[in-house]
Each structure stands twice: as structure tokens, then as C-alpha cells.
């Protein structure tokens, strides 16, 4: 990994639900690893329904029980420009990707990579959206991101 500042947005649909726990994941990893200086991790809708909005009560809940605190994050909508902010866009599901590949700009630097397979280990190609859905969809959630995101920062800190 270079010695510069990474920048990393997580994309889902709504921006209340995975993409923001994938942001909190991976900033705990980074944080236990002492690696906060080197990462810049945000988060952001395709959609623009939740704007402003905290992450959903469920995720949150879930989240808190692995010590993981999303209190603090606000759902915005993904735009052009984060293609020249970020170094990594990553959606959360094929339609994601479809939804930011439509808003792509031409030249910009962000690469753009499907999650979990790209660097999951458990067999998902996507995040299952867990909003109409019970509590063990909350715990998938974390479960994929959890893996994904340690799998991001170990090819991050090894340079692929
Ligand atoms: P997310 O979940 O994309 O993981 O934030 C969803 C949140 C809201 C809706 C769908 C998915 N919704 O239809 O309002």
C-alpha cells in the first residue's frame, strides 16, 4: 500500500442498510489496524429515497452488537462527481453496479468493482438487500461485509 490516502465509497440502494455498514466495518478494521490516517471511507445511495436519513434501526441494532456504531451517518445519493473524488467505488449488488456504471463518467479514476466479488471469500456475489426482509438478513449482512472488507484491506496493504 502507497504511503497516500486511499478513498473508498461503498454504493447500495437506499444508502441505509449495507453500504453504510459496510463503511463502519471497514472503518473498524482500519482503526484497529491503525491505519485511520491512510483511509477515507464514506458511503451513498444509487437511489436518492433516504437522504439525510440515519441507517436504518435494524442495521444499526445489529451492528451495535459487534461493537460497531452507525449513529452518526447520513444517507446521501451517489453522483458523477465521486468518480473523481474515490479511488474504489464498490457496489453492494449488480444492479448497484449497473446504476453507477449509468452515471460513470468518461476518464474518471475511481475503479469500479462488485464487493464481494471482487474480495468476499463466502460464495456471495452480492449483498442481499435485508430491507424487506427478517433479522438473520441484518446478521448476513454483516457476516459478508465483515469478510469483504478484510479481504479489501489485505489487498490494499499487499499492493494488489
Ligand atoms: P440498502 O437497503 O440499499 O442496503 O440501504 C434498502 C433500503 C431501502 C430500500 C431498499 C433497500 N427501499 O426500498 O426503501
Redesign the pocket.
Known amino acids: 500500500m502507497s504511503s497516500s490516502v486511499t478513498r473508498i465509497l461503498f454504493v447500495?440502494?437506499?444508502?441505509?442498510?449495507?453500504?453504510?455498514t459496510a463503511e463502519a466495518v471497514m472503518r473498524q478494521l482500519v482503526e484497529m489496524e491503525g491505519l485511520s490516517k491512510r483511509f477515507e471511507l464514506d458511503s451513498a445511495?444509487t437511489?436518492a429515497?433516504?437522504i439525510g436519513k440515519q441507517p436504518?434501526r435494524r442495521t444499526q441494532a445489529a451492528a451495535r452488537e459487534r461493537d460497531i456504531e452507525m449513529s452518526t451517518l447520513k444517507a446521501r445519493q451517489a453522483i458523477a462527481e465521486d468518480f473523481h473524488q474515490f479511488d474504489y467505488i464498490l457496489a453492494?449488488d449488480k444492479e448497484n453496479l449497473a446504476n453507477l456504471k449509468a452515471i460513470q463518467p468518461e476518464g474518471a479514476k475511481a475503479r469500479l468493482q462488485l464487493l464481494l466479488s471482487d474480495y468476499g471469500t463466502m460464495g456471495y456475489q452480492e449483498v442481499p438487500?435485508?430491507?424487506y426482509g427478517g433479522p438473520e438478513g441484518f446478521e448476513l449482512v454483516l457476516d459478508l461485509l465483515e469478510d469483504a472488507c478484510a479481504g479489501l484491506l489485505q489487498a490494499l496493504k499487499t499492493g494488489k
Do not use: E
Open positions: 447500495c440502494l437506499g444508502n441505509i442498510c449495507r453500504s453504510p445511495g437511489a429515497y433516504h436504518d453492494m438487500d435485508p430491507y
